[in-house]
């Protein structure tokens, strides 16, 4: 399996993250800095950005973004696009109802291709008719309109300024996404999709057209 993130493995969300033994491919601490944790080599980017305190109260520890200019790029080499049972792990927190990408992996802001993402208080692709807006919205290689996608409640549902636990991975070709350890993917909306994801370029936290306004840790 290829991983981008970490399991986090305890009884509580406060515990601390453990750290798989096989096949860590990046792992983004953010103490203090946006280098490769994993010995891999695949150090981040930052775009602006500003580091901040953390879920424990450890300062400098996390990485805010300011919802306009900031950015993150992480160029997973062996990773892009993504293949096979794969897990994207993050911490994030937002006060912000409006729609942001957090985890993009695509060749420029509006690709409808080759794409992956994972959003914050996304449109539903019946939006005109019904004005829906999802907690959470991951869709892949389109536009999110064709049944290629996994979504979760509605928007503001969590969005409350505090510390969250989010995880999308695929396991046996079916798409999942969780929530503060619970896997809230709809037991109606399973896609089951085996084939590549996204591009070939780098992962991007807080892409265009749509930045992220909050902090993320633990990538």
């Not at 802001?109 to 449109?123: G, K, L, V, W, Y």
């Not at 907690?135 to 300024?161: I, M």
């Not at 969780?178 to 993917?185: E, R």
């Not at 896609?191 to 996204?198: A, D, K, N, V, W």
Request: hydrophobic share 35%.
């Amino acid at each position: 399996k290829l991983y981008l993130s970490v399991f986090m493995l305890a009884s509580s969300l406060m515990m601390n993250a453990q750290i798989p033994q096989f096949g860590l491919m990046a792992y983004y601490t953010f103490d203090g800095n946006t280098i490769d944790s994993s010995g891999m080599g695949n150090n981040a980017v930052p775009g602006g950005c500003s580091f901040v305190e953390d879920r424990f109260g450890q300062p400098a520890a996390a990485l805010s973004f300011n919802g306009t200019t900031d950015s993150l790029v992480m160029p997973v080499g062996g990773f892009a696009p993504i293949t096979g049972d794969f897990t994207i792990s993050f911490w994030a927190k937002t006060s912000s109802p409006e729609a942001m990408s957090l985890i993009s992996l695509k060749d420029f802001p509006d690709d409808t291709t080759q794409n992956f993402e994972f959003q914050f208080n996304s449109t539903s692709s019946l939006q005109v008719v019904l004005e829906l807006y999802y907690s959470s919205f991951t869709y892949w290689n389109g536009s999110g309109w064709a049944g290629n996608n996994l979504s979760e409640g509605s928007s503001g549902r969590y969005y409350n300024g505090k510390w969250q636990h989010y995880m999308i991975r695929r396991v046996a070709d079916t798409m999942q996404v969780w929530h503060n350890l619970y896997n809230t993917t709809p037991s109606n909306s399973d896609f089951y999709y085996s084939g590549p994801l996204g591009s070939s370029g780098a992962f991007v936290a807080s892409a265009l057209p749509h930045r992220f306004e909050g902090s993320m840790d633990d990538i």
